[in-house]
């Protein structure tokens, strides 16, 4: 079945340790995004990739970088988690800007 | 400011018509949506309403839009207790070039028997 996988689904690092989280899909879409859901809020668009080109929210943290090397991958960095990074990452991809498939997400937790 | 709000909570007998509501910022936005999330789940796309309509019928789902309110309601008829889930109002404001989706808090449905 054709999908979006988000690896790991639970990823535990220490404050400042640097973390990468991982999206792959299937489905062959040429728009990736990543969101932030922190506990009982509202998901937020960190940024997206529209085939290579990368665009990131006004309000996205600098300590949040993206990667896509291919058209199946794309990567969420964290380069100095805080502890309020704690949060559900989702992935999503689309054809164009059409619906949104989401991944499972990752559950991030800041020691 | 963009927010977008729903209830937070809903409990419903099994059998019974559920409806979550929503209010949304953007009298400008084309689609408006809603979505579920199961416990361990992304979010799935349950369905969306073009702006220019007032209502759009599913099978056990309707779709409600008030655009002079910017209301948004989500009926699911003979509510399951596979039906329990969290469920996101989203719209979709024009400009910027790219679909972003702007999310509720979500409302939690229970289902009881």
């Known amino acids: 079945d054709a999908m979006v996988i988000q690896n790991p689904r639970y990823q535990v690092t220490q404050f400042g340790k640097p973390v990468t989280l991982s999206c792959s899909q299937t489905l062959n879409h040429n728009v990736m995004y990543w969101y932030q859901q922190k506990s009982s809020q509202a998901p937020k668009l960190l940024f997206h990739y529209y085939d290579k080109d990368f665009n990131n929210e006004a309000d996205t943290p600098d300590n949040f970088q993206s990667r896509r090397p291919n058209t199946s991958f794309c990567f969420l960095d964290i380069r100095s988690p805080g502890l309020g990074d704690a949060a559900m990452y989702l992935c999503?991809?689309?054809?164009?800007?059409?619906?949104?498939?989401f991944g499972p997400g990752t559950r991030l937790t800041v020691l | 400011g963009e927010d977008v709000e729903q209830s937070l909570f809903l409990s419903v007998r099994e059998g019974d018509s559920s409806v979550i509501n929503c209010t949304y910022t953007d009298s400008s936005s084309t689609y408006l949506y809603w979505y579920k999330q199961e416990p361990g789940a992304g979010l799935q796309l349950l369905t969306y309403i073009f702006s220019n309509m007032d209502m759009k019928q599913d099978q056990r789902l309707t779709v409600l839009l008030n655009k002079k309110d910017k209301h948004l309601s989500l009926r699911i008829a003979d509510t399951q207790t596979g039906d329990s889930a969290i469920y996101f109002c989203a719209e979709s404001p024009p400009g910027g070039g790219y679909n972003k989706l702007i999310f509720g808090a979500g409302t939690r449905l229970a289902v009881h028997p």
């Open positions: 999503a991809t689309s054809r164009g800007y059409n619906e949104q498939f």
